[in-house]
Nanobody, 120 residues
Framework: QVQLVESGGGLVQAGGSLRLSCAAS????????MGWYRQAPGKQRELVAD???????NYADSVKGRFTISRDNGKNTVYLQMFSLKPEDTAVYYC??????????????WGQGTLVTVSS
């Protein structure tokens, strides 16, 4: 069993900052890519940013230059630092990880989601 637990969401004014964290736990052998997705009301879930185990990153065009993804492999944790937040960033943010467990099964795991609300 592998779990992802997110934290750090909340309400912030436009132009503000938030930092999301996501910690993986359980019967983990190796975590490959980790990422953050978001889903706004009435919209499909979309990729925000992801990061490989080696540290290579990828960002959605809408957040480039404002958001930074990072990870601490020793803590099995991924972070999303968000600056210059806009009302259109309002969404539920989900953590995602591609994990190989101790039984050599490859799993795609999702967190429960954390709400980010940006007021204008």
């Amino acid at each position: 069993q592998v779990q992802l637990v997110e934290s750090g969401g909340g309400l912030v004014q436009a132009g503000g900052s938030l930092r999301l964290s996501c910690a993986a736990s359980g019967k983990i052998s190796k975590i490959n890519a980790m990422g953050w997705y978001r889903q706004a009301p009435g919209k499909q879930r979309e990729l925000v940013a992801d990061i490989t185990s080696g540290g290579s990153t990828n960002y959605a065009d809408s957040v480039k230059g404002r958001f930074t993804i990072s990870r601490d492999n020793g803590k099995n944790t991924v972070y999303l630092q968000m600056f210059s937040l806009k009302p259109e960033d309002t969404a539920v943010y989900y953590c995602n990880a591609n994990v190989r467990d101790i039984w050599n099964r490859y799993l795609e795991v999702w967190g429960q989601g954390t709400l980010v609300t940006v007021s204008s």
